[in-house]
């Protein structure tokens, strides 16, 4: 395992991608790709490849966009066919500014892409601090038309808004119909994010529900806001957990798949949707990812709500959630401690408190926080104190690292390294045991 010096910031690794076992000949070939695809997303720097050439692209086409956006949404499904009208939300929350001082307005730039990646449409926008600006019927009210080629006709598209300061969005897709609205929430660029920190964005995502029972059906929609084209996959299961039927198709860069009705060839049923995008071209450091979400509609009177997906963690990641408890061991180290982890897919936080024994620092609790790193069939932990502060007269900084290799049993052991501005350091080893559940 690759160790780190230095800062205290969080190991930055690629995205955990799903490992799992998919059913058919393709399995050896998802399995191979998504190596691949993980090596180059580790490999890559800070900085959001996409995004930068996505900005270029579009600042060569449209002279008024702004520069200075340092927030990014993304609403992956707007549309006025089948009867419906989508309504954008965008609420500016900063009430502080580095740049704009004591409530600030935010400037907002609003992409609208088609189904094959292209932009069609955009706006720019002022949002004062605690307004909600309202844009009715946006898919046809933003107001510049950027192909003039294509031209701005467009009946199902996804939307990329660009800010200056915090921003929420959302998206309204209303039944004509009867004026029923679903309220889509914006899901947050995360691509600068730790793997273990990734919510909704990814190569394997999930649905938790669709239907295709009763009077009531399931759609689809999935976007590539990845930096190449994907193949992708669609696992449908039943409410057992049987994968039913598998979809297939290709999604380009920038572009979507869309099914209104993604259960069809499984009446009758209801369960999960897993979504995976493998990489076309694994020569290259162009990788697809996704978001996506899904309408459950009820097919007498068109009312639907949204279920948004999520990024499913590597299934090779050990839950080791709960409570451990054992030694930490140094030179300047001796000490017995308790330890309290939550695990959230890859991530994980909680508490460290220093039971009996010696430990550089005035303080005895501490907060923790780290993630589950796979390798192959291997999960690799960090672990490292978030209180870098001491509570001594100095405020003295300073840090404690675990690294985890690979655990058997109910036993956590591994190296540690302490440093701090005292010019005190040490590596040394630490052994937890599990001795039982957080909620007893």
């Known amino acids: 395992m690759k160790r780190l010096g230095g800062g205290i910031l ?3 690794v690629g995205l955990a991608l799903f490992e799992g076992s998919f059913f058919g000949a393709r399995q050896e070939d ?25 900005r270029h692209r579009l600042q060569s086409q449209i002279v008024s966009f702004d520069d200075g956006a340092s927030y990014v949404v993304i609403i992956p499904y707007v549309t006025v066919e089948n009867g419906s009208r989508t309504n954008l ?20 730039s609003v ?3 088609d189904q094959e990646g292209n932009t069609r449409r955009s706006g720019n926008y002022e949002v004062r601090p605690n307004e909600l600006l309202q844009i009715n019927d946006v898919v046809n009210q933003l107001p510049d038309i950027t192909d003039p080629v294509l031209g701005g006709n467009v009946g199902t598209g996804w939307l990329l808004i660009f800010s200056d300061e915090p921003l929420t969005a959302w998206a309204s897709v209303i039944a004509n119909s009867n004026d029923d609205p679903s309220i889509e929430l914006a899901v947050a660029d995360q691509i600068y994010k730790p793997a273990a920190f990734v919510e909704s964005t990814g190569s394997i995502l999930a649905i938790q529900s669709s239907a295709k029972i009763a009077n009531f059906q399931s759609s689809l929609n999935v ?13 449908i299961y039943d409410q057992n957990g049987n994968l039913i ?12 798949f869309v099914d209104n009705d993604v259960r069809r060839d499984a009446p009758g049923t209801y369960g999960q949707i897993v979504i995976e995008v493998t990489d076309p071209d694994t020569t290259d450091s162009k990788v697809p990812r996704l978001v996506a979400n899904s309408i459950v509609r009820s097919t007498g009177n068109g009312t639907g709500g949204f279920f948004p997906a999520f990024a499913l963690p590597n299934p090779n990641t050990r839950s080791i959630a709960g409570i451990w408890e054992g030694s930490l061991q140094g030179t300047l180290i001796n000490a017995q401690v308790k330890v309290q982890l939550f695990q959230e897919r890859d991530m994980i936080y ?11 620092t005035m303080s005895r609790s501490f907060s923790i926080s780290g993630e589950v790193i796979v390798n192959g069939e291997d999960s690799n932990y960090l672990l490292q104190l978030q209180d870098a502060f001491d509570t001594d007269d100095a405020r003295t900084f300073f840090s404690y690292r675990m690294f985890v290799p690979p655990m058997t049993g ?23 045991a599990r001795t039982g559940p957080i909620y007893q």
């Not at 909680?350 to 550089?360: C, E, I, N, R, W």
């Open 410 to 432: 109910t036993t956590m052991k591994g190296d540690s390294i302490y440093y701090d501005e005292k010019d005190r350091r040490e590596t040394g080893t630490f052994s937890l």
């Open 10 to 12: 969080l190991c930055i």
């Open 223 to 235: 976007v590539n806001i990845g930096s190449g084209d994907g193949n992708l996959f669609i696992d």
């Open 89 to 108: 939300g965008l609420n500016n929350y900063s009430q502080v500014s580095f740049v704009h001082g004591i409530n600030p307005t935010a400037s907002v």
């Open 245 to 256: 039927t598998t979809k297939q198709s290709t999604i380009a860069q920038n572009g979507m």
């Open 111 to 113: 992409f609208l892409f």
């Open 30 to 54: 998802r399995r191979v790709t998504r190596q691949v695809m993980s090596m180059n997303r580790s490999g890559q720097t800070g900085h959001n490849q996409w995004l930068q050439d996505l």
């Open 350 to 360: 909680g508490t460290l408190d220093v039971l009996s024994g010696t430990f550089p």
